[in-house]
């Protein structure tokens, strides 16, 4: 006769015939909760060095902007003052040319300074000896 394994909580608990028929299966471990931790000190760090640069790309645009217009207002000053200095470069061409014109220094060799025009004479060489006189001066050799 063989003996039974008596459980105290049932004491007609038959091993074998209890264990295929009511047997539990193993419980499955129930997946763990996955707890997240925000670790809202790290994302305020990542916010505020993203509003930093934020602002220093604000005041980079802000002074390269002001040096664009310095810059810009710089050259059309020295266009202004390009042409004026090409205006007054075209009335000194055009006194240059007045005052050295033939007439203007004929004219003041004369009053200031009594200079004359010299006479027109024309020289000819002549291989003969004997010179009439015709009204003109000729060289001798």
């Known amino acids: 006769m063989l003996a039974r394994n008596y459980n105290y909580d049932n004491y007609a608990y038959d091993n074998y015939a209890y264990d295929d028929k ?3 299966e193993p419980q499955q471990e129930a997946p763990q909760k996955v707890v997240k ?4 000190r790290a994302l305020r760090h990542q916010v505020i060095f ?3 640069v934020g602002v220093l790309c604000y005041f980079g645009n802000v002074a390269i902007s002001e040096f ?3 810059k810009t207002s710089n ?3 020295l266009k ?3 042409a004026t200095l090409l205006g007054e470069n075209q009335t000194l061409k055009l006194d240059v040319d007045r ?4 007439e203007r220094i004929t004219a003041i060799a004369s009053s200031k300074l009594g200079m004359s025009t010299a006479r027109s004479n ?12 015709d009204g003109y001066a000729y060289a001798k050799k």
């Not at 931790?37 to 809202?40: A, G």
């Not at 005052?99 to 033939?102: E, H, M």
């Not at 024309?122 to 006189?133: F, G, L, P, Q």
């Open 50 to 52: 993203l509003f930093l």
């Open 80 to 82: 202004k003052q390009e």
């Open 37 to 40: 931790h925000d670790n809202y």
């Open 99 to 102: 005052l050295s014109s033939p």
């Open 22 to 24: 009511y047997k539990k």
């Open 75 to 77: 050259l059309v000053n």
């Open 68 to 70: 664009y217009v310095v």
């Open 122 to 133: 024309i020289y000819v060489h002549m291989n003969s000896d004997k010179i009439d006189y």
